[in-house]
């Protein structure tokens, strides 16, 4: 079954990611491609809808952030895209405010993970904003500081407002900070589309047959063919690494008649009784995490 692209677009605000979206989408449409957009704002009123023409299917997340107060509203509207769509690729433009992991976790909820292959998340960077960033309060100098070391790719954006020696400072900086990510200069996130395309597909590899990769988080899709014995998922939740952040889907244990929803953040599991059937799907995030093991130690229970 042919999955769904997703592309995650973060960055400060302000810092040029609405339009490098409608970059995108102009040579999506260029290549045939079936495009969607999910677009999340703070407020209650969209300020950069309009920017996306009339015939691309859109969806806005209002009032609040996908990464925390407005998950399940998220998840509605991206099951609506691909029921109503079926689009090839979609694009999440984020809040300034959002922070990747969550952002991450909020798409791949274990409803439909199975139909969504996340390509990468780029972040656009204003160049200017980060060599101020010490004039900013410590929690979004920390966030910049997270949406660079997450990203597939990074445009350091505003570069005609930079010295050749800002510039080479602020490449060197992003770049200590996610060494393994692709940075770029641009103004007006102007780039070569297909240059992007290219470097965020070639950090997408699936190493085994469920699993969604990017550069440093990675994202793994487990389904259950048969219920399972709660003292042995116990004993596989203490063994888990640390840099596990999140767990969240639906396991049935042999004595129930009903799945359960389980969640797991940083460490603290948490079960919830359902009252019908579900998808028994686990969406596991992590960093640096063996998921052939974790496959292989799922498929033992």
Known sequence: MKKTEVFILSGFLGS???????????????????????MNEFGDISIDSNEVEADVPLKELLGGCVCCTIQDKLEGQLQSLLIEEKPDVIYLETTGAAHPVETMDSILSPIFADKLLLKGIITVMDGKL???????????????????????MILINKQDQLT??????????????NP???????????LPVQKLKDMTM????????????????????????HTIASD???????????T????????QFHQ????????????????????????????FIGENIDWQHIKEQLDNL
């Open 244 to 251: 596990i952040y999140r767990i969240k889907g639906y396991v």
């Open 256 to 283: 129930n008649h009903y799945p359960d929803l389980f969640q797991y953040s940083y460490g603290m599991p948490l079960m919830m009784r359902e009252d019908m059937k579900m998808p028994l799907n686990l969406v």
């Open 130 to 152: 980060w060599l101020e960033r010490s004039k900013m309060s410590p929690a979004v100098g920390q966030l910049l500081i997270e949406q660079i070391r997450h990203a597939n």
């Open 180 to 190: 393994k990510a692709f940075a770029i200069l641009t103004s007006y996130s102007k």
């Open 232 to 242: 042995k998922f116990e004993a596989f939740l203490k063994e888990l690494p640390d």
């Open 16 to 38: 040029g990611k609405t339009t490098l979206l409608k970059r995108l989408l102009t040579h999506e449409k260029e290549e045939g491609r079936k495009v969607a957009v999910l």
């Open 202 to 225: 070639q950090f997408a590899k699936e190493t085994v047959k469920t699993t969604i990769q990017t550069l440093q988080l990675s994202s793994f899709v487990y389904h259950f063919k």
């Open 164 to 177: 050749e020696a800002e510039k080479l400072k602020v490449t060197f900086e992003l770049q200590s900070i």
